[in-house]
Each structure stands twice: as C-alpha cells, then as structure tokens.
Nanobody, 128 residues
C-alpha cells in the first residue's frame, strides 16, 4: 500500500501564486507517474498535470500550461505543483495521485483510471 499526504494550498487573490506538496509513504518503490487533479463542487475530477517516474516527461492540461509547473523529488518521495497567475476558475480541491506498477513505464496519464493511489485533497481558493 501507498499513502499520499498533501500540504500547501490555501487562499490567494487572482494573479497570485501557491504551491502544493505531496509526499508518498509505504511501498513507494513501485510508484511510477505522479499527477495532480482538481475537483470543483458538483464536478468530476479533472486532470491538471502529470510527471513521469524520472521527471523526464510531463503532461499538462491546456488550461494550466505556462502557469503551473509539476516537479518531483524521488529521494523525498514527493511531487510538487507550483501554481502562478492563478485565476478564480482554478478554485477547487486539488488531489495528488500516484501510478503504482512493478513494470517500469514512462507514461504520464491524464486519466483518473491511470492512478491507483490518491491523496486526501487540499483546497485552493482564488478570489477575484
């Protein structure tokens, strides 16, 4: 099993910046891609960004390209999301996710089904 613990987030005015962190524990050896998703009230989970096991590949939703940066530190079993130029429509609960597999992959899935473990969620509120 893998546990994902999130930190960061909060409230910021439009145009501001926030950072999110997610640290994995447990059987982390088989964690491959890691990602961030959002969920706004009444909506389904929505892909934000993903990063491959070695950081060599990234994938971003069009809505965040150029504003958000995903990174990871495997020595710390952590993934990060740096968000800048935030907009009110970025307001949501942010979830980190981990792809767990004993087969080495370089994929960066954008689908919810591509990830087996999820963090507890962190609220981000962007006021206009």
């Amino acid at each position: 099993q893998v546990q994902l613990a999130q930190s960061g987030g909060g409230r910021v005015e439009a145009g501001g910046s926030l950072g999110l962190s997610c640290t994995a524990s447990g059987r982390t050896f088989y964690i491959q891609a890691m990602a961030w998703f959002t969920q706004a009230p009444g909506e389904e989970l929505k892909f934000v960004a993903a990063i491959s096991w070695n950081g060599g590949a990234t994938n971003y939703a069009d809505s965040v390209k150029g504003r958000f940066t995903i990174s990871r530190d495997n020595a710390a079993n952590s993934v990060y999301l740096q968000m800048s130029s935030l907009k009110p429509e970025d307001t949501a609960i942010y979830y980190c996710a981990a792809q767990w597999s004993d087969t080495a992959r370089g994929s960066v899935p954008a689908e919810v089904s591509g990830y087996q473990y999820w963090g507890q969620g962190t609220p981000v509120t962007v006021s206009s």
